[in-house]
């Protein structure tokens, strides 16, 4: 018995590699997991946001432009080690790449903000999620997309959902969030409007060098508006460092690392499906550290929103979070939309600023 026990400890039994199958399968978990987690960081941006504004003596704006900063920076950095041709601006797309950082940075960041301070996390986040029906519709209008049937009943369903998450049926808490509404409403216009402009960039220019450059002179424009707009109101510098580090990194950079690993993974209409796991969380936090609830209205809006962004996924491969779409090369067969619609593949990609 010893002997063969001394046997088997010699020369141990084969054991096979795993299959492709099975490392295919742990991949694609790997990649699921990325993109939850990227969802997450990006639900935490509105409570992180209040609890700034509760502990440190400071504006929105220039929490915002903090956050900017740190990201440009920090990008730039690793860009200027890792890949210096990325950092070649092309002169003659100035223009239009300071029209996207006006659009995704300058207006898009304050919106957001005072849309969470001056309504809630819950209501804020929802209304960002109008962003796909505003794709489409602009898509239709501008670019000559069909408006399919599953792609009308998805927004409808999002208006409606919307109506209900405003209260429009409660004329005085309306009037009351008025301006937030407001703002709530520019953010995601200014979103969508940011994923039509930055799809024609990507076809001309790399992933990277779209975001580093939107991103600086965005960033630029939004330090304009801050020294004009409230020049004196800095936080000391440890203070300023914590939240450019936190809102640059933890909820720009990271999860925009994350989703791009989970998408090079996925299909882009799996991944889309799962960032709507981030406004569940952000309800979640928003209950949990800030006391934040929802009435029934409010909740059936928000599934309905939810529900009407899943149906224009599926019909439609818009973005949610993605940010930017553009079409495949790919030579698969075009898919059926549930609805009867045919539609070609499409490829999201992550020029998430938010």
Known sequence: MNAELLQTTID???????????????WRWLAIASVLA???????????????????????????????????????????????????IPRSELPAFAVLGLVAITIFYPALFYAYAWTSVSVATTLLYLAPALVTL????????ALTRGKIAALVLTFIGSALIVQITQPANLTGNAAGIALGLVAAASYATYSLLGKHLLRRHRM??????YLLLGTLLLIALKLIVAPQT???????????LYTGVMTTLVPITLFTFGLSR??????TILLTFEPVVAFILAAAVLGESLDAGQWLGAVAVLAGVLLLTICGRVPVRTGIVRLSRSTREPRRCRMGTRIGRRQSLPLHQT
């Open 138 to 145: 602009g898509a239709a209008a501008f670019l000559g997309e």
């Open 266 to 271: 996925l299909p882009s209409g799996d991944a």
């Open 208 to 213: 990277a060098t779209v975001l580093a450059v």
């Open 38 to 88: 990227a969802a997450c960081c990006w639900a935490t941006q509105g409570v992180a946001y209040e609890l700034i504004l509760d502990g440190i003596q400071t504006d929105g704006l220039t929490v915002v432009t903090l956050r900017a900063i740190t990201a440009t920076a920090l990008l730039w950095g690793w860009l200027a080690i890792t890949d210096r041709s990325a950092l070649k």
């Open 12 to 26: 141990p039994p084969h054991v096979a590699p795993p299959s492709a199958a099975a490392i295919a399968t742990r």
């Open 234 to 244: 800095w936080p000391a510098p440890r203070e300023a460092l914590s939240i450019g």
